[in-house]
């Protein structure tokens, strides 16, 4: 029961991160790599740790009263609060510094920064 | 008052990261260590942090905070990341860099903001304007050219940020 849902878990997190690497090969400029990189990578990698936390809570509720699962629980919970809060910062950095050095948008139907950075 | 709250935060970090050292809750010489290192940390940091900073110390903002990562924005990434599996698989793309004007006040409101408008649907900020009220985004799927407001880019977010970082 319990290897189901960690299974279901680990699936869709790698399915994502792997989805992120195809996205990378695929996609023809910087700001489209950009889009794939951060959203699947941080979508996937939280599933992985939610895997990780299920799989720590079982075992400390039903396998072995240590504190250290919970431990590790806790801690690999924190891993997704701080992934979420600088993995879309480093992605606006990467874009507005690559807009900065004159990366034009591959194919852009529009393009208001022309001229303003 | 910023002392008050990097001390509150940095102390909250320790104890979240030592649970679990005494049964499931903190040992004293723990606790001690946890008040000396946050005092430390808030004596050095306390100028960095800015001056309306406790206003975060509301817990019924944190409640807020919390309903907003795991229902609208959570929701959000469900969206993009098949947003995004689709457009790997198709590679159906009509990319664009377009101006969303926006109507925040602080610093705080425009961070959440452009970060929920990074994780959630074909949406990336490039660049942040809060001088003239306005977020630079790269959208991966043009739909409509000079958006009037952020609904079509950002869903509700623009109505959370505002409240959130208030």
Request: aromatic share 12%; hydrophobic share 50%; proline share 4%.
């Amino acid at each position: 029961m319990i290897e189901w849902l960690i299974g279901i878990f680990l699936a869709i997190g790698v399915i994502f991160n792997l989805l992120a690497s195809i996205g990378l090969l695929r996609f023809p400029d910087v700001y489209t790599r950009i889009h794939a990189a951060t959203k699947c990578t941080t979508f996937g990698t939280i599933f992985i740790v939610l895997a990780t936390v299920t799989y720590a809570i079982y075992s400390y509720f039903w396998v072995e009263k240590d504190p250290s699962w919970i431990t590790i629980g806790i801690h690999s919970a924190l891993v997704v609060i701080f992934l979420v809060l600088t993995n879309p910062v480093g992605a606006h950095a990467l874009g507005r510094a690559a807009r900065k050095s004159g990366i034009l948008p591959y194919g852009a139907v529009i393009d208001e920064l022309e001229g303003r950075l | 008052m910023s002392f008050i709250a990097v001390f509150i935060w940095s102390f909250v970090l320790w104890l979240v990261l030592t649970a679990g050292s005494k049964g499931l809750l903190w040992s004293p010489e723990e606790l001690a260590a946890g008040l000396i290192f946050s005092g430390v940390i808030a004596l050095t940091t306390k100028d960095i942090i800015g001056e309306k900073a406790a206003r975060f110390l509301n817990p019924a903002k944190w409640v807020g905070f919390v309903i907003y990562a795991i229902g609208p924005l959570f929701w959000g990434m469900v969206k993009a990341n098949l947003d995004v599996a689709y457009r790997v698989i198709t590679g159906r793309i009509k990319p664009g860099i377009v101006r969303v004007p926006v109507d925040l006040e602080n610093d705080a409101q425009y961070t959440i903001l452009s970060n929920s408008i990074t994780l959630t649907p074909g949406t990336l900020t490039i660049d942040a304007c809060p001088e003239e009220k306005a977020l630079y985004v790269h959208w991966i799927n043009v739909t409509e050219k000079e958006p009037k407001s952020s609904e079509v880019i950002a869903g509700s977010f623009e109505k959370w940020a505002r409240r959130l970082g208030r």
